[in-house]
């Protein structure tokens, strides 16, 4: 796959609320295309999830 097919997989997983399918999508995307617009998509999510999820970050 693309950087770009990950990138809109990272979409949609992300749309129907699969946080973690989407930033694993993102780091593909990311590791195929370091200027790829995923990873603007990866740090929102990064931060939606710091601020919703704090205990995923602090067990």
Same mark, same amino acid.
């Given at each position: 796959?693309?950087?770009? *097919?990950?990138?809109?997989?990272?979409? *949609?997983?992300?749309?129907?609320?699969?946080?973690?399918?989407?930033?694993?999508?993102?780091?593909?995307?990311? *590791?195929? %295309?370091?200027?790829?617009?995923?990873? *603007?998509?990866?740090?929102?999510?990064?931060?939606?999830?710091?601020?919703?999820?704090? %205990?995923?970050?602090?067990?």
């Amino acid at each position: 796959m693309t950087a770009e *097919e990950y990138y809109q997989k990272g979409n *949609e997983a992300r749309k129907q609320g699969l946080w973690h399918e989407a930033i694993n999508c993102y780091i593909q995307a990311i *590791e195929l %295309d370091p200027d790829s617009p995923a990873v *603007e998509a990866k740090r929102m999510l990064d931060d939606i999830m710091a601020f919703y999820c704090k %205990d995923m970050y602090n067990p």
